[in-house]
């Protein structure tokens, strides 16, 4: 807070508020659509994204064709070289991923394109591609 004088022997308070750090310009640096094996991860421009995955967790002796999608939403809040970090915002397999558990991207260059290392409460989930490069991690 700062105390500013009007002259007119009146002061007022002034709060400023820095902006979130969602709105960091290196937040962008990671938006788009990244495929990995039977998995995707979207990334916005603001920061807020979306795991889905194939969860065998929910049916563990389901083919591939007939198990069931679930999605972790989240929100990377702050980014230090290529890592983004965040938190887990809203689950739909909670006993897989917890609202509140930490998020990690590494934006990293590959010999054939950008890609990012994703994961959730320290365990690798791993490589996931933009779609010109998706054969690369499985997609």
């Not at 508020?17 to 995707?40: I, K, L, N, Q, Y």
């Not at 064709?65 to 887990?88: H, I, Q, W, Y």
């Not at 809203?90 to 394109?113: F, K, N, R």
Request: hydrophobic share 40%.
């Amino acid at each position: 807070m700062k105390i500013v004088s009007s002259g007119l022997g009146i002061g007022f308070a002034v709060l400023l508020f820095a902006a979130p750090a969602s709105a960091d310009a290196g937040v962008g640096a990671f938006a788009g659509t990244w495929d990995g094996m039977r998995e995707d991860v979207v990334i916005g421009t603001g920061g807020s994204g979306q795991f889905d995955y194939t969860d065998f967790h929910n049916c563990s002796g389901c083919s591939m064709a007939d198990a069931p999608r679930s999605t972790v939403n989240f929100t990377l809040t702050s980014v230090s070289g290529n890592v983004a970090s965040g938190t887990v915002t809203a689950s739909s397999d909670t006993a897989a991923y917890s609202v509140g558990e930490p998020v990690t991207v590494t934006l990293q260059s590959e010999s054939w394109g950008q890609a990012i290392q994703w994961s959730i409460n320290g365990e690798q989930d791993g490589l996931f591609c933009t779609a010109a490069q998706a054969a690369e991690c499985g997609g």
